[in-house]
Every structure is written in structure tokens, then in C-alpha cells.
């Protein structure tokens, strides 16, 4: 099993609710680089990536088209 990246993000604002959306519907997932991006903030290539289980790649993809798409 590994981790995939499904959006990267900036902020940690930017990937707040699509993360609520997946753990609502039982699919874990991580924000790789927070503490970084929050620690040197000043960097502009540092970004937050929003991590799934390999298992939950579709069915985290449909519900991110759903949330997009409001």
C-alpha cells in the first residue's frame, strides 16, 4: 500500500474542505508538508500535498470532481 498525491495546495485552507469530504465518508488521508509549510511559510515551492490510500484513489477522485464541481 502506498500514498498518492490527489491535489497540491499552498495553504492548508485551500485543501480543508475536500479533506473533511473524504474523512466523512471514510477514506483517510494526509497532508504531506504541513509542518513544513507552516515552519518556513516563506518558501514559495513548498506545497501541501493531499495524500490517499492507494485503495481509496477512485473513489477519492469522484468525490473530489463532487466537490470541485460546487
Known amino acids: 500500500m502506498g500514498f498518492i498525491t490527489i491535489k ?3 495553504y492548508a485552507s485551500e485543501l480543508a474542505v475536500l ?3 473524504l474523512e466523512a465518508d ?3 488521508c494526509w497532508l504531506r508538508n504541513e509542518l513544513n509549510a507552516q515552519i518556513i511559510s516563506y518558501i514559495p ?3 501541501l500535498e ?3 490510500d492507494e485503495m481509496d484513489l477512485e473513489k ?3 468525490i473530489m470532481k463532487e466537490t470541485e464541481g460546487e
Open 19 to 21: 479533506k473533511s469530504r
Open 60 to 62: 477519492a477522485i469522484e
Open 45 to 47: 515551492s513548498i506545497y
Open 8 to 10: 497540491e495546495a499552498r
Open 26 to 28: 471514510g477514506i483517510r
Open 50 to 52: 493531499l495524500q490517499v
